[in-house]
């Protein structure tokens, strides 16, 4: 039962997201606990980390299974922001699918959800690794971020009601449910680029990443959980900053140490209450709808676009230097915003 963080002295990690991988490693089974510099504090567990154990622990992957990240180059005629922001899609109100659905769960098909989850417009401002990319300076990307909406947590749901946060009495049938809602997450990322890239008359391609956060897998006999951890296995990975700082791709290439793993983004370093309190004294709603990089914030819930603003979220500079200084991951490239979708604008204005 180890303990591992990649983090380095300067990198703010706060106790209790410590103390919860502490409290996981002393779980029946665990053998090893991998926190990530984006650590912060979940429900039970750490969002961050990458937890191997002999046994398998459904509340360790969570309630949104299968949520993560893809990245899609597209190609639009002219960049105008607002006028492209007032196209944008009402992406809460979901859409029939055109295909069968793994398990059959077609309820909030196409939509972003809540939280952390957004579809942003971005382009490619710094090419570190240019021959690895295949992106030239100024292109345009679209980033998906969203899991699999109710159908994870109808299956945490039903192993909880009976079984609480203890393990799961028959792995090999929660992995079949769990590989559906995997599925479902990327088929619904891809739904959601489909749609914006419909609305603004935008050429799409296929998707360059399309990485998972919220997972479990079978490794060398062993369960390897991740919660807010993207495999860092010899892939690419878009590690998301906020709406208002740049994003990096990364080429991964993490060991057994760190769960084969890398962060997933900056990482929270306020509560979403905090957010909201410190947020309305220093901003106005107006002021967040454009963020200091001069991206528009497609947001009509006065509460989120408080809980979701880029000083809720520690530096991803910070997060991106550690991985690199542990020699989990090397930069590719950077995005900033053009545009970040939290949910629909009623009527134009906020509410």
Same mark, same amino acid.
């Given at each position: 039962?180890?303990?591992?963080?990649?983090?380095?002295?300067?990198?703010?990690?706060?106790?209790?997201?410590?103390?919860?991988?502490?409290?996981? &490693? &002393?779980?029946?089974?665990?053998?090893?606990?991998?926190?990530?510099?984006?650590?912060?504090?979940?429900?039970?567990?750490?969002?961050?980390?990458?937890?191997?154990?002999?046994?398998?622990?459904?509340?360790?992957?969570?309630?949104?299974?299968?949520?993560?990240?893809?990245?899609?180059?597209?190609?639009?005629?002219?960049?105008? =922001?607002?006028?492209? &922001?007032?196209?944008?899609? !009402?992406? !809460?109100?979901?859409?029939? =699918?055109?295909?069968?659905?793994?398990?059959?769960?077609?309820?909030?098909?196409?939509?972003?959800? *809540?939280?952390?989850?957004?579809?942003?417009?971005?382009?490619?401002?710094?090419?570190?690794?240019?021959?690895?990319?295949?992106?030239?300076?100024? !292109?345009?990307?679209?980033?998906?971020?969203?899991?699999?909406?109710?159908?994870?947590? *109808?299956?945490?749901?039903?192993?909880?009601?009976?079984?609480?946060?203890?393990?799961? =009495?028959?792995?090999?049938?929660?992995?079949?449910?769990?590989?559906?809602?995997?599925?479902?997450?990327?088929?619904?990322?891809?739904?959601?680029?489909?749609?914006?890239?419909?609305?603004?008359?935008?050429?799409?391609?296929?998707?360059?990443?399309?990485?998972?956060?919220?997972?479990?897998?079978?490794?060398?006999?062993?369960?390897?959980?991740?919660?807010?951890?993207?495999?860092?296995?010899?892939?690419?990975?878009?590690?998301?900053?906020? *709406?208002?700082?740049?994003?990096?791709?990364?080429?991964?290439? &993490?060991?057994?140490?760190?769960?084969?793993?890398?962060?997933?983004?900056?990482?929270?370093?306020?509560?979403?209450?905090?957010?909201?309190?410190?947020?309305?004294?220093?901003?106005?709603?107006?002021?967040?709808?454009?963020?200091?990089?001069?991206?528009?914030?497609?947001?009509?819930?006065?509460?989120?676009?408080?809980?979701?603003?880029?000083?809720?979220?520690?530096?991803?500079?910070?997060?991106?230097?550690?991985?690199?200084?542990?020699?989990?991951?090397?930069?590719?490239?950077?995005?900033?915003?053009?545009?970040?979708?939290?949910?629909?604008?009623?009527?134009?204005?906020?509410?």
């Amino acid at each position: 039962m180890s303990v591992t963080v990649f983090a380095g002295e300067r990198s703010w990690i706060e106790s209790g997201a410590i103390a919860q991988c502490h409290q996981v &490693a &002393a779980l029946d089974g665990m053998l090893h606990v991998a926190g990530m510099p984006d650590l912060h504090p979940g429900k039970g567990a750490p969002i961050g980390a990458a937890m191997t154990s002999r046994v398998l622990y459904p509340f360790l992957v969570g309630s949104d299974i299968g949520c993560g990240i893809a990245v899609f180059p597209i190609r639009l005629k002219k960049v105008v =922001p607002e006028r492209l &922001a007032a196209r944008f899609p !009402d992406l !809460d109100e979901p859409v029939e =699918p055109s295909t069968e659905l793994p398990l059959g769960y077609a309820d909030g098909f196409g939509t972003v959800g *809540r939280g952390n989850h957004f579809v942003e417009l971005a382009k490619v401002s710094e090419l570190i690794n240019p021959e690895k990319s295949g992106l030239l300076r100024g !292109d345009l990307v679209l980033i998906v971020h969203s899991g699999s909406r109710g159908l994870g947590e *109808r299956i945490l749901r039903a192993h909880t009601e009976v079984h609480g946060a203890g393990p799961a =009495p028959d792995p090999a049938a929660y992995l079949d449910q769990h590989d559906a809602a995997v599925r479902w997450g990327s088929l619904n990322r891809r739904a959601l680029a489909d749609r914006v890239a419909g609305a603004l008359g935008a050429e799409l391609g296929e998707p360059l990443v399309d990485v998972c956060h919220n997972s479990v897998e079978i490794r060398d006999g062993l369960y390897l959980h991740r919660k807010g951890a993207a495999p860092g296995d010899g892939r690419d990975v878009l590690i998301a900053g906020t *709406r208002g700082t740049r994003s990096y791709l990364v080429a991964a290439h &993490a060991g057994a140490d760190a769960g084969w793993s890398v962060a997933h983004g900056a990482g929270r370093k306020m509560s979403r209450a905090d957010a909201l309190k410190r947020g309305k004294a220093k901003h106005t709603v107006e002021e967040l709808r454009r963020t200091p990089v001069g991206s528009l914030v497609v947001c009509g819930d006065r509460q989120l676009l408080f809980e979701e603003a880029p000083t809720a979220y520690k530096r991803i500079e910070q997060v991106i230097g550690d991985l690199e200084a542990f020699g989990l991951a090397t930069p590719v490239l950077t995005t900033v915003p053009v545009i970040t979708y939290k949910t629909a604008a009623r009527g134009g204005r906020l509410r």
